[in-house]
Structure formats: C-alpha cells, structure tokens
C-alpha cells in the first residue's frame, strides 16, 4: 500500500496545463484517504468540467494507478468547491 507522501509526491507530478505547476503545488489537493486497495483522493479545480481540468485528473488517476501495481481502485473526488490560487490577493 502506498504511503501519503507517495501519493502526494506522485500528484506533484501532475502539471496543470493551464498554469503549469503541478496539482499539489497549487493546493488543490484537499484530502487523501488510503486503505489496501484503494486509494482516494479529495481535490478542487478552478472551473469543473475545463477540459484543462479534466486533463489534469485524468494524468492524477494515471499517477495513483502506477501506485498500485497489483490493482486497485482510485477514486477521484471533485469538491463543490472552487479552487483559488494561493497567490491571490498577494500584493
């Protein structure tokens, strides 16, 4: 199974096309939930249903899978909620 930081450190990874850093470094990575064969991840995007954003979680389920060699599942979780850049309202 893999650990928490294996799975942050795989979602590092996963370059954003839009604004190209990855899915952890842009905080949009809210909660992580492992058990043997699962691994599930909770995640906010700027625009649900962008197709850069679709992108992105498409390259996250391929990083986690990788994480499970012998199968298992991963879950992707779209929060209701929209992301913000960590960097607004910085002046």
Known sequence: MPTEAEIQA???TVIHP???????????????RLSPDC???DLVMN?????????A??????ALQALLPGGGQVIM????EVWHSPWEGLA
Do not use: K
Request: with cysteine.
């Open 10 to 12: 795989a979602l590092g």
């Open 18 to 32: 839009t604004y190209g850093m990855s899915l952890a470094a842009l905080q949009m990575v809210r909660a992580i």
């Open 39 to 41: 691994i599930e991840v």
């Open 47 to 55: 625009c649900p249903g962008c197709p850069a954003g679709e992108a």
């Open 57 to 62: 979680l498409a390259q996250a389920r391929r």
């Open 77 to 80: 979780q779209l929060l209701p």
